[in-house]
């Protein structure tokens, strides 16, 4: 089997982290980069050694599509069990105790039904996969996990052709800044309300027509109501959607994949059934109609456009503001087992914004001085210019407290905040500004 340089670099790490010593690793690929054929060999050749695996997933697509990719590698499978956590979790004592645990998706695995099995093989290695090791609640993955090897970045893999380049738009349909927060996220059910409206589905339809014309595209939805309803308005308006999440039937959602992926289906609208691991290369398109303060489902969902095609450019169309929370789907981020991702920055040293947006086309870009895709020349906003001033002012105090501390005596102090700069420097009492200011007859 052969490697790309990064796939072949990681498998390395993993195994002189074994070596090491450590015994549950979390590897961290964006999604797209093949981690679960580069964990399907480490799967084969723990089996040549006699060793019983488990490559346990936590969706049903995710099981199929995993049995696939080891069938299409040509790996058998005397040893090697691919089932879903669930099932294993629920029937452990109908299994054979696992050598080598292999998890897809870890970021969920601080969840009851995984934590089963981890409880109950201790000593078993294991190996967590995931593109984005973080939870929304912010709890780090350490109380589980005991090392993290992080491999190339998506802005590499896209960089190197690994990835499709993509466009990145954000066309506000409706006001959600007033949205309430449910178990940490955005409540959904409001946002159904607000974005069920006719007007919205018609802004949707014009702007997916404008950016994305006819190309297949994976909408996701607030919920069940709101997904089937944007279906109907897809369907309605001449383009061929369907509408599907986990109380389909599985023999229907098997077809409807599969119809997508014959491109008999042109938008599959859901809510949040094929956000992780849904391997659609011609999916170039990526409709976000939830606002979400994960994170990882951010990415998750947008890295569904981008597996690569020839001349391909993906499209994301972001009509819930997503990137403001959470940046751009590549940025760099710092992942960590121990502490909470870093908030996106909104604004950099300078006061402008990260992410801009353009006001003719709503292309969505890093901090340049024109629109990439239209050209268009960029105006400072209100709280940029909100910024500038205030980043202006904290250096005009810097400069005051600087000059304030070569003062060699309180008698260089000519005005109150003066004499309070001097004071804070010097640790005085917060009464010694005002006995000095009146004994000097300083009133401002």
């Known amino acids: 089997m052969k490697f790309r340089n990064y796939q072949s670099d990681l498998l390395r790490k993993v195994h002189k982290t074994f070596v090491a010593d450590y015994k549950r690793i979390v590897a961290v690929l964006p999604c797209g980069a093949g981690k679960t054929v580069i964990f399907a060999f480490m799967a084969a050749s723990s089996q040549k050694k006699n060793k019983t695996v488990w490559f346990l997933v936590h969706r049903k697509e995710l099981l199929d599509q995993t049995i696939d990719t080891f069938d299409r590698l040509g790996i058998e499978r005397k040893t090697i069990h691919i089932g879903m956590v669930k099932t294993y979790s629920n029937n452990l004592h109908k299994y054979p105790k696992p050598d080598f645990i292999v998890f897809d998706e870890c970021h969920f695995s601080m969840a009851t039904t995984w934590q089963k099995i981890i409880n109950a093989y201790p000593d078993v290695p294991i190996v967590g996969l995931t593109a984005t090791p973080c939870r929304l609640d912010g709890k780090p993955l350490n109380a589980t996990y005991d090392n993290l090897i992080v491999g190339i970045s998506m802005k590499q893999?896209?960089?190197?052709?690994?990835?499709?380049?993509?466009?990145?738009?954000?066309?506000?349909?409706?006001?959600?800044?007033?949205?309430?927060?449910?178990?940490?996220?955005?409540?959904?059910?409001?946002?159904?309300?607000?974005?069920?409206?006719?007007?919205?589905?018609?802004?949707?339809?014009?702007?997916?027509?404008?950016?994305?014309?006819?190309?297949?595209?994976?909408?996701?939805?607030?919920?069940?109501?709101?997904?089937?309803?944007?279906?109907?308005?897809?369907?309605?308006?001449?383009?061929?959607?369907?509408?599907?999440?986990?109380?389909?039937?599985?023999?229907?959602?098997?077809?409807?994949?599969?119809?997508?992926?014959?491109?008999?289906?042109?938008?599959?609208?859901?809510?949040?059934?094929?956000?992780?691991?849904?391997?659609?290369?011609?999916?170039?398109?990526?409709?976000?109609?939830?606002?979400?303060?994960?994170?990882?489902?951010?990415?998750?969902?947008?890295?569904?456009?981008?597996?690569?095609?020839?001349?391909?450019?993906a499209i994301v169309i972001d009509h819930v503001g997503n990137y403001i929370e959470h940046g751009m789907p590549d940025d760099d981020r710092e992942w960590s087992l121990t502490g909470k991702l870093k908030a996106n920055n909104r604004f950099n040293e300078k006061g402008e914004l990260v992410v801009r947006q353009c006001l003719q086309c709503f292309g969505t870009f890093k901090t340049a001085p024109m629109c990439p895709y239209c050209g268009w020349v960029y105006e400072p906003t209100t709280e940029e210019i909100k910024q500038y001033k205030e980043i202006e002012l904290q250096e005009i105090r810097q400069a005051d407290i600087k000059r304030v501390e070569g003062y060699k005596s309180p008698d260089e102090c000519t005005t109150r905040q003066e004499l309070a700069d001097y004071a804070k420097i010097h640790g005085y009492k917060p009464g010694w500004m005002w006995h000095q200011a009146q004994a000097r007859g300083i009133y401002r």
């Open 157 to 313: 893999l896209i960089r190197e052709g690994f990835l499709a380049d993509y466009k990145y738009y954000a066309p506000t349909v409706a006001d959600l800044k007033g949205l309430k927060k449910s178990k940490g996220d955005y409540d959904t059910k409001q946002q159904e309300i607000v974005l069920s409206q006719r007007a919205i589905f018609g802004d949707v339809i014009k702007h997916y027509k404008e950016l994305a014309d006819g190309k297949q595209a994976i909408c996701y939805c607030s919920t069940i109501k709101h997904s089937e309803a944007m279906a109907a308005e897809f369907q309605a308006a001449g383009i061929k959607a369907v509408h599907f999440d986990g109380n389909t039937p599985k023999k229907e959602r098997a077809e409807i994949i599969k119809r997508y992926r014959n491109k008999e289906i042109t938008i599959l609208c859901n809510v949040n059934l094929i956000a992780e691991g849904f391997d659609v290369p011609d999916c170039h398109c990526c409709i976000m109609l939830r606002k979400t303060a994960s994170t990882a489902l951010f990415i998750q969902q947008s890295g569904r456009a981008l597996r690569p095609q020839e001349n391909k450019t």
